[in-house]
């Protein structure tokens, strides 16, 4: 099968429209509330922006962790998620690549970047989808949700109260179906963190960047062949890690970020592994491993400065996401089976995922009660396993969280799970018609600086002439 981020003489130059359909008609099982229809390939959710507000952080006190608010309002075709966005990632996981690419119009300009020494500054992120609901620490229950089941919409209220809630009875999986691809974290600790790997080999570390006239230059002179450009990257195999700052909630005193009894964990810089707090910004270790319940996050490498990301808490280190309504990312990783179930042991035993978050929900307080996730600010979840029981574990689901969960939509048709190798996949923003497109790619897609339109549209209209790889959701308006 051709490749879809190869340049194709034929590629086309625009998104075509496509018939919406997914693959619920030929059957689905539900477990534990949760709905899972076909294996597929690609999914594309439509009708994806729109109009509304919510509670937008403006101060936070340190101590007792309470926050002000204010409305905020965004209309737009990829709106509320085309303002920044960060990058998350939870275990078992490993990464081997993560590029990120924006419209040359959107790439940034030569900003100083700073991963200096901020000295003072449990994710339960599993979802239950109720035919794709989500729960997080409760904050869910009551939301309405609405999903597209054999060709019908549905609405109704989440009522799932936490993991200890009785599932519905399991019945049979499904048969495994072969899909050829196309070619082409954890709430902060109640207790004080330790500082792990504070004292890193200095090799790791993100080297500090002046305000030197060579860097400039050195950062103006990124290619300029293609329409889209390579913004950001990893790769496991070269140790290379550019335009990116590794994160995760494992803030400690005299680390970075801050711990409190009341706020739990900060945002902080995080050893090369995941697991626990870096004084200063570190590379992901190249033989990196994600244990089930860790959970790190990537920025950007540009320091939010003057005010240029609205309110955020002076005691932990900020950084960019990246915005605009369109935009790509690409992975490639792997998501091994440990074998681990029990949810009272771990918060998320054998569930891994990759999620976007507005970046204001990170960079104030991921899972308390001053972020601006229950107010509706926008996550997309990408690859995610919902439950570890046997008839779950191997299934990933995507759903896009918006508006107070009033629009939240999750699709039922799911991704099978690459434990025993990586794999290669693109989450594409377009703003130009309100679709956004999570593709399995060729394992040989490359990963490289630039990109053209035809590169990107091809990635949207991979599975056109095989629908029955395909899912397509329309969002509620």
């Not at 801050?258 to 004084?279: I, M, N, P």
């Not at 808490?313 to 950084?319: A, G, L, W």
């Not at 995507?398 to 996949?425: L, M, Q």
Request: charged letters at 25%; aromatic letters at 8%.
């Amino acid at each position: 099968m051709r490749s879809v981020l190869a340049a194709a003489g034929a590629a086309l130059a625009t998104v075509v429209p496509l018939a919406l359909a997914d693959q619920c008609h030929k059957g689905s099982n539900t477990y534990t509330n949760n709905a899972y229809c076909q294996a597929v390939n690609a999914i594309t959710y439509s009708n994806f922006g729109g109009s509304g507000s919510y509670d937008k952080i403006t101060s936070y006190n340190e101590a007792t962790g309470e926050c002000t608010t204010e409305k905020q309002s965004y209309n737009g075709p990829f709106a509320p998620l085309d303002g920044q966005v960060s990058i998350h990632l939870r275990g078992p996981l490993k990464l081997k690549q993560l590029a990120v690419y924006l419209p040359k119009s959107e790439s940034p300009k030569a900003k100083r970047r700073v991963h200096g020494h901020h000295r003072r500054h449990g994710h339960q992120h599993f979802h239950q989808h109720n035919k794709d609901v989500r729960d997080i620490q409760d904050r869910a229950v009551g939301d309405t949700v609405t999903a597209v089941i054999d060709g019908k919409t549905v609405t109704w209220a989440n009522d799932y109260a936490g993991p200890g809630a009785a599932g519905a009875a399991a019945e049979s999986t499904p048969p495994p179906q072969n899909h050829e691809p196309v070619k082409f974290q954890n709430k902060g600790a109640k207790s004080p963190p330790s500082s792990g790997q504070d004292a890193a080999d200095p090799s790791d570390s993100q080297s500090s960047v002046t305000d030197s006239a060579d860097d400039d230059n050195q950062k103006d002179s990124a290619p300029t062949t293609g329409d889209w450009n390579r913004v950001a990257y990893y790769s496991s195999d070269s140790g290379e890690q550019t335009g990116l700052t590794l994160m995760g909630n494992q803030g400690a005193e005299g680390c970075s970020g801050t711990w409190g009894f009341q706020t739990g964990s900060s945002l902080s810089y995080v050893s090369s592994d995941g697991t626990s707090c870096a004084s200063e910004g570190q590379k992901l270790a190249q033989d990196n491993y994600l244990p089930t319940d860790t959970e790190i996050a990537f920025f950007s490498d540009t320091e939010c400065r003057d005010g240029d990301c609205g309110f955020v808490r002076d005691t932990v280190p900020n950084y960019h996401g990246w915005a605009g309504d369109e935009k790509a990312f690409m992975f490639e990783f792997q998501m091994p089976d440990d074998g681990k179930s029990d949810m009272g042991a771990n918060i998320a035993p054998n569930m891994p995922s990759i999620w976007l978050l507005n970046a204001d929900i990170p960079r104030i307080e991921q899972y308390g009660d001053c972020s601006c996730w229950k107010s509706g600010c926008g996550e997309f979840d990408l690859f995610e396993v919902l439950r570890p029981e046997p008839e779950q574990k191997n299934k990933a689901k995507s759903t896009i969280h918006r508006s107070a969960g009033a629009n939240s939509a999750g699709n039922s048709d799911y991704f099978e799970r690459p434990c025993d190798k990586t794999i290669k996949v693109a989450a594409v923003m377009r703003g130009s018609n309100k679709n956004a497109h999570i593709v399995i790619l060729d394992d040989e897609a490359e990963f490289g600086e630039t990109k053209t339109n035809d590169d990107i549209d091809g990635v949207c209209t991979a599975y056109k002439d095989t629908p029955e790889k395909l899912s397509e959701f329309k969002m509620p308006s």
